[in-house]
């Protein structure tokens, strides 16, 4: 008789250090608590985030696969063995939804290729949840990830973005690393035109939330830090 085959559940987390069950639903919870094989990126965090949502779970009895910029793709295969047993597998994101804009989409595809069910559970997706703020079209929009960090490359990007967004009606999505969000502001505002609008969506979900669309000429007046702050970009010249 052949084994059922487990499932794959891709869990989201918290975008922040807020309560987990005041941004995620209690199924979430439910899903963790009956699940002890998991994929993370970061052991560490994702044990204290199993922690916080379930108290009760036996942290000793959990079996963890690291998925990061270090693991080899020859590992993954061994990572989704456990379905292939019968035992269900959670996919833990390091912050918002696993496999958008997060190294799971790799295992994820594998899934699919062993024919194993794969779950995705509602959480709090920062790039969506900019876009629905932002008052931009969220009929038409691309997420392009992080820009180039060398300055002249970066102001092409940028001036290419917003061209896009103009000639194809389409908002424009890009993140930064946190440490270097001012200035990607600064660079946006010298190199976009005084009227293309600019989202800027910061801390979502936390008590510091701050989301604004204004034009770039309102912000290149105004002040904001968004130093170490987790921030979403977004342009759209009209």
Known sequence: MQTKLG????IPTTLGDNAPLEVLPYTVKEVIENVSIFIVENEKTARRFIKKISPTTSQPS??????NKFTQSVELPEFLNPCLAGKDV?????????????PGAEVVKLAHE???QVVPLVGPSSILMAMMSSGLNGQRFTFNGYLPIDKGERKKEIKRLERISFEQNQSQIFIETPYRNNKMLEDICSYTSPDTLVCVACDITLPTEFIKTLPTKVWSKKKVDL??????????KS
């Open 90 to 102: 959670g996919l833990l994101s390091e912050a918002g939804c696993p496999g958008v804009a997060d």
């Open 62 to 67: 959990l079996e963890i696969f690291l998925l």
């Open 227 to 236: 130093h170490k702050r987790p921030t979403i970009f977004i342009i759209h």
């Open 7 to 10: 499932k794959l559940y891709l």
């Open 114 to 116: 062993k024919d194993i």
